[in-house]
Each structure stands twice: as structure tokens, then as C-alpha cells.
């Protein structure tokens, strides 16, 4: 089964070509499904379709269009650390209508889509799922979600857990707020599996991301950031689609100054998408709107007629070993067009490799073979952290220009 993911600056058209790419997956032959994670749901307006539900609904031959309903998966998932949260709420005297606001957590709408992605695809029911995500920035905090609360539920819910039992008949009774009992914590571990099955589903050999941009240079910066984080995060992109570029032709200067404008772009485009494929759409008289017209749109997006083509692309992380030392290879694309080296920074803490690229950070556990090893170096080169470890401590190996280096 594919998965495709499709995210981009908000208004650069991406939950167009979401719906044109499934439309020609359908007309395929695939069995489709097409879902968003996006809070404001258009893929219906986009389909031309009013009775899109919570269910999957089909808009054409094996094409199924589904807006989640974020609020059936909450009462499913977070019942539990709802009931709880409302009760120390009331105790401490907030208005049982603000409570119910306080207890939902922010981003609930995107975390909850991306649990009934995981249900639709252990169905087995389809060929392929088209998902039109958030706009870059939501993409991101969400697609890191699954990995941090894996980190705190391994690090920190178990001595929490211990210490609310010994403490509980202590603190209920002096601060007379009631301590969270197993069912809590047990919804906690519940989410954090399925958001693990996510990960799992989302960072395997069969799903991939494409960005979507239009010609211009601040969403092109944007999709480059994008890029690089996704990759950070262990995503794997596998093409650029360029929205609405105007076609050449046309004697009025004002539309020439734009072709000339977006030529210039796209050669940007190119070379900082090196290696991946890049798409165009060009901007239509009028809107597409309806079945027909997204397919259309998708035929002149994917020439080679395939939309699903599978991702061929190497994954982002990798590790090699040799005699003397074993590398892990992180792939960073871009990284260097965006960020100064000095803003790549590499650190452990215990079992954890640290990495911070600008303004996001990962935290990526070692395996048990890796984790026994110790950091010798690290150095960025042609977009990708390489980090060194070695069984014997002093054979550092010689330092290079933008290394970040952390002794264990």
C-alpha cells in the first residue's frame, strides 16, 4: 500500500494537487482514499462534493474522500486524561465550560487524523492513501509528535508513575486535588502505541512526502527549511510539485515581468531540489474543481502517468561500518543554504544522540550496538551529518573544518 503526504506554505494550492493526484490514482485503477489532516477540511469544496462525511465516501470509481472527525477519535483516545483533567479543573473552581475548552489539547484535530490514518491502512482495504496535511509548520510539530512522547514515555512516565502511587494518599489528602490513576496513565500508553504505529507506517519504504510550492522566493525558502526538517525527522521526500507557474506567451508586460520572475525561481528550484524530481502545474483561466478537472490537472502534473511512482529515494538515516569505526549518516538536504554550520550541533545524553539543526532538535535513540560505542567526531559535508563512533576513545581521527564534536 502507498502512502503519500502532501504539505506546503498555506494558500500554495497543495490540497489541489492532493486531490488531482488521488482523482488520477483512482482513474488508475488504485483503490484510493484521499483524507485530510488540515483543520480546515476542502477537500469536498475541492471535489465539488456536499456529502463528504467522517466515513469514507466515494466521489468516483474507487476514489474515497474522508474528513475526519477529530471529535470521535478524542472521546476514543483522551476520554480517560479528559475525565482527569476535569476533575482537578472543578477542584480548583474553573467554569465547567472553560474545563472542557482547557482539556483539549492544542493540535488535537491533526493528531487524531493522523490516528484514523493508521486504522484506514491496517484495513487493508486500500491501494493507495493521499493525505493533505497542514501547512508546513503544523506538518512539522505533528510529524515530530510520535518520536518525542516515545522519549517521554520511555524516560520519564515510569519514575512519574511510580512516584504518583507512593505520593498519592499524601498529596490528595493536603492538597485535595486527586491524583491520576492507572486508567490515565494507561490512555497516555495507548496514544503513545498508536502514534508509534504512525511513525512506523509514516517512515517506512512505501510512504513519502512531496512539497508543494509556488515560484516564489519566499516559499521556495520555506520548502527548503522543509525539507531539511523532514529529513531530520527521518521522512523521506520524494518530489517537488511548483503550483501555478505561468505559462510563457502573452504580449502584457505585467504577465511577461511574472513569467520572467517565476523562470528565475524555478532555476532555483531545480538546484536546490537537486536529485528529486520537480513537477509544474500551471496556472489555469479558472479554478479546478470537480473530479474531471482535478484528474486533468494531475495528468499534465505526472507526464509519465504514473502519480505513485515508488519512492526510489535512499532513506534518511543510514549506518555504515568499517574496521575502525562505525558511521551514522543523518541526511540534511539543503542544510547549508539555510543554516550555518555553527547552528548544526551534535550532543548525547546517555542512549540519546542530540541533534539540533537552527531551531528544531531531534532526540534519536541508539541502538544497543551503537550505544556502547563512543562519539569520536562529527562533521556536515554535501548535505548530511556524519557522526563517528569508535571502541577506543582517543582514535578521534583527525578534525575537519564545520565539525560539531561532543565527547560522551
Not at 462525511?53 to 474515497?64: I, Q, R
Not at 493507495?128 to 509548520?137: L, N, R, S
Not at 509528535?145 to 494518599?169: D, S, T
Not at 486527586?178 to 495507548?190: I, L, Q, S
Request: with cysteine; aromatic share 6%; net charge negative.
Amino acid at each position: 500500500m502507498r502512502v503519500l503526504l502532501f504539505t506546503g506554505k498555506g494558500g500554495v494550492g497543495k490540497s489541489t494537487v492532493a486531490a488531482g493526484t488521488a482523482a488520477l490514482s483512482a482513474a488508475s485503477g488504485r483503490r484510493t482514499l484521499v483524507l485530510s489532516t488540515d483543520a480546515a477540511h476542502s477537500l469536498a469544496d475541492a471535489y465539488a462534493a456536499s456529502d463528504v462525511g467522517s466515513e469514507p465516501t466515494e466521489v468516483a470509481p474507487d476514489l474515497y474522500v474522508q474528513q475526519v472527525d477529530a471529535q470521535l477519535r478524542f472521546e476514543q483516545s483522551w476520554a480517560d486524561v479528559q475525565r482527569y483533567l476535569l476533575s482537578v479543573l472543578d477542584v480548583v473552581g474553573v467554569d465547567p465550560v472553560a474545563a472542557e475548552e482547557l482539556t483539549v489539547i492544542p493540535g488535537a484535530e491533526e493528531v487524531f487524523a493522523l490516528l484514523e490514518l493508521r486504522r484506514r491502512a491496517a484495513s487493508g482495504e486500500w491501494d493507495a492513501i493521499i493525505v493533505d496535511c497542514a501547512p508546513t509548520a503544523e506538518t512539522l510539530r505533528l510529524l515530530a509528535l510520535p518520536e518525542a512522547l516515545g522519549w517521554y514515555m520511555q524516560r520519564v512516565l515510569p519514575l512519574q508513575r511510580r512516584l504518583v502511587k507512593a505520593l498519592k494518599p499524601v498529596l490528595t489528602r493536603t492538597a485535595g486535588v486527586p491524583m491520576p490513576g492507572d486508567t490515565v496513565f494507561d490512555a497516555v500508553v495507548r496514544l503513545d502505541a498508536e502514534l508509534r504505529q504512525v511513525r512506523d507506517l509514516l517512515s517506512g519504504p512505501d510512504a513519502s512526502v512531496r512539497l508543494v510550492l509556488t515560484p516564489e522566493k519566499v516559499v521556495l525558502a520555506e520548502a527548503r527549511r522543509s525539507w531539511t526538517t523532514l529529513s531530520l525527522y527521518g521522512y523521506r521526500v520524494d518530489g517537488v510539485v511548483a503550483n501555478r507557474v505561468f505559462p510563457a506567451g502573452g504580449a502584457d508586460e505585467w504577465r511577461s515581468a511574472w513569467v520572467t520572475a517565476q523562470d528565475q525561481v524555478l532555476a532555483e528550484v531545480a538546484e536546490s531540489f537537486a536529485g528529486l524530481p520537480v513537477w509544474r502545474s500551471v496556472y489555469r483561466s479558472e479554478e479546478p474543481v470537480g473530479v474531471p478537472a482535478l484528474e486533468a490537472l494531475a495528468r499534465e502534473v505526472y507526464p509519465e502517468g504514473d502519480p505513485l511512482s515508488p519512492a526510489t529515494a535512499e532513506g534518511p538515516f543510514r549506518v555504515t561500518r568499517g574496521r575502525r569505526a562505525t558511521i551514522v549518516h543523518l541526511a540534511l538536504p539543503g542544510v547549508e543554504q539555510w543554516v550555518e554550520v555553527d547552528q548544526v550541533h551534535l550532543g548525547r545524553n546517555g542512549d540519546d544522540l542530540v541533534v539540533t539543526v537552527g531551531s528544531y532538535r531531534r532526540l534519536l535513540t541508539l541502538s544497543a550496538g551503537l550505544a556502547r560505542l563512543r562519539i569520536a567526531g562529527a562533521r556536515v559535508e554535501r548535505g548530511e551529518l556524519q557522526v563517528r563512533f569508535v571502541d577506543n576513545p582517543d582514535d578521534t581521527g583527525e578534525s575537519r573544518s564545520g565539525e560539531q564534536e561532543e565527547q560522551a
